[in-house]
């Protein structure tokens, strides 16, 4: 046989570049490859010996499919395998643990929820009372304005209260500070 390229070998044998290199890094001592300007050949021991390893390796991928395909299930597979086995009991408290994980997050949401309907209803309390704060300033304004209204009216068609009242004030510019604080009563 001819020495061949990593690349040949890889299409004859239908796998990578990078497979192959990886049974190289696994050849005994006995055996050796040749390098000539960036390009590792093959002799035909080397050749054979990948040869094997790759064969070995995807007759076992190839088995593995084919057991699949044949309608075996993963229980079947678990009563032979006891890495599986590890893996099922892994699996199962992996999901006892979630579970009362979703438990105790159920509960803190309907405590959430129980607080947001407390909340709500304070914030109703609230804009009722502050709605009836604002109808009952809006009553006392409305009262002032009309009495308010009344005094003017009351002040205008009376003539004697316009009189004393111009009184009060001739009497309020004449008057000191003073005299006006400590007025003399009659």
């Not at 890889?10 to 192959?20: R, T």
């Amino acid at each position: 046989m001819v020495d061949m390229t990593i690349k040949e070998l890889a299409d004859e044998l239908g796998v990578s570049k990078q497979a192959i290199r990886k049974h190289l890094e696994k050849l005994p001592p006995t055996l050796s490859v040749t390098k000539k300007s960036n390009t590792i050949y093959l002799n035909a021991d080397v050749s054979n010996f990948v040869r094997k390893k790759v064969t070995r390796v995807t007759s076992k991928v190839t088995s593995n499919y084919s057991n699949l395909d044949s309608n075996q299930t993963r229980e079947d597979n678990r009563e032979n395998n006891p890495k599986s086995d590890r893996k099922t009991i892994n699996n199962y408290e992996v999901e006892k643990i979630l579970n009362e994980q979703l438990k105790i997050k159920d509960k803190q949401l309907a405590e959430k929820d129980k607080q947001i309907q407390t909340m709500q209803k304070l914030l109703d309390q609230q804009q009722q009372l502050s709605l009836q704060t604002n109808k009952h300033i809006e009553q006392l304004q409305l009262q002032l304005s009309n009495e308010t209204t009344e005094d003017s009216i009351r002040s205008t068609s009376n003539p004697l209260f316009n009189d004393n009242f111009e009184d009060i004030t001739d009497d309020f510019e004449k008057k000191g500070f003073l005299s006006r604080l400590f007025k003399k009563r009659q």
